[in-house]
C-alpha cells in the first residue's frame, strides 16, 4: 500500500495519475497546503523540503519519497509500465520528464506567481515567463508533428508534461495555435485513470471569468501558500 501526500496541484496530479494508471492500490493522506500541513514536523521527516507530493511505501519498510519526478520512476520502476527497460527507450522518456521538471514546470510556475499573485505587475517579468513557457509548448508541438506521444508509448513523461500543461490558460499561456500539441491534449485527456487522477485529493476548478470573485479569493489563497 502506497501512503500518498498530496494536494491539487500539477506536480500533486503527476503522482495520483501514475497511481491510477498503474492500478496500484493507495492511501490519500491530504495535505493543506493554506493552513501549512507541509510545514508540520511530522511531514517534514517524510520531506524535509516541505512541499508535495511525498510518498510512503509501506510494503517496502515504510520507504518515504519526496519529488514528484522521483515518485514517478520508482513507481514505474516498481511495477515495470510507463518506463521501459530499454535503455534508449527509458532515456528517451526521461529526457521528456526531466524536460518537464527542469523547464515547464519551473517556467509555468514563475508564471503564475508574477502573472496571478505578485504584488506588484511586472510586465517584462511576465512576458519572459509566458513567453518561455509558450516556447517549450512549441518544442513539444513540434516533436508531436511525427509521435502520437512524447516516448513512443505512453509514459511518465506525458503525465508529467500534461500535468502541467493542462493549466495554460491560468499560467496566460494559449494553445490554440498548436495543434499538435492540443491533439495530445485532447487525447490525454480521455484517459480515464488522467481524468481520476486530478480530482485527487480533489478536483480543482480555476475560474474563467477573470473579474470574478472566485478568482480574487483563488489568487487569495495561493498568495498564503507561497508565503509558507
Request: charged share 30%; hydrophobic share 40%.
Amino acid at each position: 500500500m502506497i501512503d500518498l501526500y498530496t494536494a491539487s496541484t500539477p506536480n500533486g496530479w503527476k503522482v495520483s495519475i501514475t497511481l491510477e494508471e498503474l492500478s496500484m492500490p493507495y492511501k490519500v493522506k491530504e495535505i493543506d497546503l493554506i493552513k501549512g500541513d507541509q510545514k508540520k514536523k511530522s511531514f517534514l521527516k517524510i520531506n524535509p523540503n516541505g512541499r508535495i507530493p511525498a510518498i510512503i511505501d509501506r510494503e517496502e519498510n515504510n520507504l518515504a519519497i519526496f519529488e514528484s519526478g522521483a515518485i514517478m520512476i520508482y513507481l514505474a520502476e516498481k511495477t515495470g509500465k510507463l518506463l521501459p527497460s530499454d535503455p534508449a527507450k527509458k532515456s528517451e522518456v526521461l529526457q521528456w520528464l526531466m524536460f518537464q521538471m527542469g523547464g515547464i514546470g519551473p517556467m509555468m510556475g514563475q508564471a503564475n506567481v508574477f502573472y496571478r499573485y505578485f504584488p506588484e505587475k511586472l510586465q517584462s517579468v511576465i512576458d519572459r515567463y509566458q513567453n518561455e513557457s509558450k516556447r517549450l509548448f512549441t518544442v513539444i508541438d513540434k516533436h508531436l508533428e511525427s509521435n502520437q506521444y512524447l516516448a513512443q508509448d505512453f509514459s511518465i513523461a506525458d503525465i508529467a508534461n500534461w500535468s502541467w500543461i493542462r493549466i495554460h490558460k491560468w499560467s496566460g499561456v494559449e494553445i490554440e495555435d498548436l495543434p499538435n500539441l492540443k491533439r495530445w491534449m485532447d487525447e490525454i485527456n480521455l484517459r480515464p485513470a488522467c481524468i481520476k487522477g486530478v480530482e485527487i485529493p480533489r478536483a480543482l476548478e480555476l475560474p474563467d471569468d477573470e473579474n470574478s470573485e472566485k478568482i480574487k479569493e483563488f489568487e487569495k489563497n495561493a498568495k498564503k501558500i507561497l508565503q509558507k
